[in-house]
């Protein structure tokens, strides 16, 4: 690769009108930035950027209000020794809408590569082997897939490529009927063409749009109504249009992958990114065998500023941010727990993310069956909700400043 080449990186983040199936915990921080694995969602694919070659920028393109980013954005850009730089949105575009509604900062450093990738995904993100691909292949632009079974490709947008020069085919978003195995992980790599293969698209629409101005007003007022001129998707307008002309191609991972939808697989993704830790930041994990710290079984992240009991034990697969204190014999294992919260002595947790500022008196119980795809496979207690002591709470969703003074099963608590 020349040193003359460089590269840069665009997340998207989305808005405060996405994730809705993210509360109770999308009401007070970003979905973004709510914390797996200990750090925020999006920290996962910025560090994954900076083993990037010739990364030039990461930029953040969504539309949430800049101060809410802001401090974030300081700090990570700080922590990587990178510039990372927040861009609003005006109004959703698409995501490759937002990129095009960009493209001049984008290209600011001249870029011969732009990386685009999706803040919710969850993955160990291939980016330098992907990019390497990416090269051999020549073309427009490179896909990360992965292979799932066929009961659950239909959620995701199906592909078919060639089995030798990996070019993709066709590609169809939430087909109604199996298509393939091979779905879409949402993380991309193009050359600056893209930007004219965006443009064409808003060409073409206006084309058609003046076409029927001559044959139809009545058309042309319902042709606007079901498209915002200015909305491009990169699935149905940009990759189902270009597959088969030799533009695209797929590079496939073997890892793990999945998507942060809902709380639940906040939970499971917290559980493959800790595992990851073990190769990439073992520095990140905890350990402790019940002398000095808490005994820790299997991944553990437990934040510096927060005060664990050494009869306390935790694991696996559990992530204890800011200010947290945990009391003698207390037992987690399969939550995370969020800033500020008091878990006192004997109390168990599993299955659960506990939220922000909340407290669990002495002897409760918080539970789940641990089902990341069921509606309340786990248990979440929004901010800054108390359970009273003995109090059992079993695979339930509770809103905000609730207090818990009753058993309660399988509720959402409004």
Known sequence: MENSEKVVAVIMVGGPTKGTRFRPLSFNTPKPLFPVAGQPMVHHPISACKRIPNLAQIYLIGFYEEREFALYVSSISNELKLPVRYLKEDKPHGSAGGLYYYRDIIMEDSPSHIFLLNCDVCCSFPLPSMLDAHKRYGGMGTMLVIKVSAESAS???????????????????????????????????????????????????????????????????????????????????????????????????????????????????????????????????????????????????????????????????????????????????????????????????????????????????????????????TTILGEAVTVEDEVVVTSCIVLPNKTLNVGVQEEIIL
């Not at 078919?160 to 020069?165: E, Y």
């Not at 191609?249 to 906040?266: A, L, N, R, V």
């Open 155 to 377: 959620q995701f947008g199906e592909l078919v490529a060639d089995p030798t020069t990996n070019e993709l085919l066709h590609y169809t978003e939430k087909p109604e009927t199996f298509v393939s195995d091979l779905i879409n992980c949402g993380v991309y790599i193009f050359t600056p063409d893209i930007f004219t293969a965006i443009h064409d698209v808003y060409t073409n629409r206006e084309g058609r749009a003046n076409l029927r101005r001559y044959s139809s007003f009545e058309a042309l007022q319902s042709a606007t109504r079901t498209i915002h001129v200015d909305f491009v998707r990169l699935d149905q307008d940009i990759l189902s249009p270009l597959a088969g002309k030799k533009q695209l191609y797929t590079y496939e991972t073997m890892d793990f992958w999945e998507q942060i939808k809902t709380p639940g697989m906040s939970l499971k993704c917290s559980e493959l990114y800790l595992a990851q830790f073990r190769h990439t930041s073992p520095y990140l994990l905890a350990s402790g065998d019940g002398k000095k710290n808490a005994t820790i079984v299997g991944d553990v992240y437990i934040h510096p500023s927060a005060k664990v009991h050494p009869s306390a034990k935790i694991g696996p697969n559990v992530s204890i941010s800011a200010n947290v204190r945990v009391g003698a014999g207390v037992r987690l294992s399969g939550c995370i727990i969020l800033d500020d919260v008091e878990i006192m002595e004997n109390a168990v947790v599993k299955n659960s993310i506990v939220g922000w500022k909340s407290s669990l008196g002495r002897w409760s119980l918080v539970q789940a069956e641990g089902d990341y795809n069921a509606r309340l496979g």
